[in-house]
């Protein structure tokens, strides 16, 4: 390298000064942009063939950066973002295609200034297990998508063993997955940051609960992990978890409390199971909680006897658009709104509720990932056990009027029916993301109920989400 670099020089002091400035505009580039490399290292991560891990050791401090293609492909190029002012670097290729031979070459940057440091290597992604490939199958996709579907991506995970997160691109294809061996993902969520936040547990833990606050980079590095029993972590959670504005850390908790049920039928000291939200800092302090048995007596309920062991079976948490808490409800079929600061029950909807509905639209039966969408609508996935037929629902709300009017009815056809869980999210203003939980569906519809895609997975996903894009 060296001699290489001597020789240069001498080349360059015989060459006329206008001839050396003309080279230097040509490539952009100083005689001194590169790094002298120790070494550049390959590694496949574990339980992830669509990406790679390339290390690079610097003689020196370097801003450094990974251009590859596929070997067959050689006109589309990709580069890693730049890692900066170090000796040791690690650059995360992903979203490759699997059983495909790819080339790189390491890059150095001084401002302008860009040289290849390396000499071209490669290395082959091993094909798909069949296990995962078997997890998502394409069915039936319109020739025209909706462009932000079209360019966009959707993220389910699995709550079985082993536990695993998928993001899929608009032919149905994984393009990302990650893998726990030993844990399920009861929930998880992709972030603003472009991480999987989620919640883990064995399988001795039921459904959707869990014991464990997992968080991970798309590289597959762990960002963030709390146990039950570690700082403010002291109950079990379940179905929901996410960052709030503020980047805290918002669960549910799993809350029991004695009562006297005697005046009922039941025992002096009978245990509720009921619910409960959990604020953690980003270091997993507790900031605030809030139980179900501080707004509402269980011993008022006619029916606890037969429901305390589960008496509300909360299911989804999100903020409104004022800040405040709506939380979905499946035994009692109601959204409740929590005042963020006090803890105070703002109003109920649904069965029972405060809410007038209009006599041609009945109100509905269950809800699941209750949410308010861009344009202010209250929406929500139905699971309809009253009439076997799930629906898709959002709904303008009068709350000062404690009004609600019906702006999307979205009946399921028998095959898209979930007994429990599921979801739905607009993609955009004409185009619903559906996930049919029960019936191993994600489903994209339009707004008159029209299947436009939709896969089949070999497993119960609880929700899915759609994300616009992806980061390199």
């Known amino acids: 390298m060296e001699i290489v670099k001597k020789d240069f020089f001498r080349l360059l002091q015989a060459l006329p000064a206008v001839t050396f400035i003309l080279i230097v505009a040509l490539t952009g580039c100083r005689p001194d942009c590169g790094a002298e490399l120790i070494s550049v290292n390959e590694k496949s991560p574990a339980g992830n063939v669509l990406a790679q891990k390339i290390s690079v050791a610097c003689k020196e401090n370097a801003d450094l950066f990974i251009r590859y293609w596929e070997k067959e492909n050689k006109t589309k190029v990709f580069s890693t973002p730049v890692s900066s002012g170090k000796k040791e670097h690690v650059f995360s290729l992903l979203y490759l295609r699997p059983a495909k031979a790819y080339e790189y070459e390491v ?55 082993p536990g695993q997160v ?45 014991d ?70 980003a270091m997993g302090n507790r900031i605030w909680s809030w139980s179900v048995f501080d707004v509402v007596d269980p011993a008022a309920d006619p029916d606890i006897l037969k429901n305390k062991t589960d008496w509300l079976h909360a299911n989804g948490l999100s903020v409104d658009t004022d800040g405040n808490y709506l939380l979905s409800f499946y035994q009692s079929g109601q959204v409740w709104k929590i005042n963020a600061k006090s803890g105070k029950l703002m109003w109920k909807i649904g069965r029972g509720g405060d809410f007038s509905f209009p006599k041609q639209e009945p109100m509905f039966y269950e809800s699941h990932a209750v949410h308010r969408t861009a344009n202010g609508e209250l929406m929500l ?60 569906a994600v489903t994209l519809l339009d707004n008159t109920g029209k299947n436009l895609w939709n896969v089949i997975t070999g497993f119960i996903p609880y929700r899915a989400e759609f994300i616009d894009s992806l980061p390199l």
């Open 381 to 440: 996935f139905e699971n309809g056990t009253n009439k076997k037929r799930s629906r898709v629902l959002a709904y303008t709300l009068d709350e000062p009027g404690r009004k609600a009017n019906t702006a999307l009815s979205i009946e399921l056809p028998m095959n898209l029916y979930s007994e429990r869980m599921g979801s739905v999210y607009r993609v955009d203003d004409a185009s619903l993301l559906v996930c049919s939980s029960q019936a191993h």
């Open 107 to 161: 890059v150095a940057k001084n401002g302008n200034c860009e040289s290849n440091v390396s000499d071209v290597r490669s290395f082959d992604t091993k094909e798909m297990p069949m296990a995962i490939q078997e997890m998502v199958m394409p069915g039936e996709i319109q020739q025209t998508l909706p462009e932000r579907f079209a360019k966009g991506f959707s993220v389910i995970a699995r709550r079985d063993l």
């Open 166 to 210: 998928y993001i899929l691109d608009a032919r149905g294809k994984i393009v990302w997955y990650h893998t726990i061996r030993d844990a399920g993902f009861k929930v998880a969520h992709y972030t603003k940051e472009s991480t999987i936040l989620s919640i883990v547990a064995p399988l001795s833990y039921p459904t959707s609960y869990g």
């Open 212 to 281: 464990e606050i997992l968080e991970i980079s798309l590289a597959g590095d762990t960002i963030f992990h709390l146990k039950k029993g570690e700082k403010g972590f002291d109950k079990t959670i379940h179905h929901e978890v996410f960052y709030n504005d503020a980047h805290q850390l918002v669960t549910l908790t799993l809350e029991k409390k004695l009562f006297d049920l005697s005046r009922v039928g039941g025992a002096k000291a009978d245990t509720v199971t009921g619910d409960g939200i959990l604020i953690l800092d």
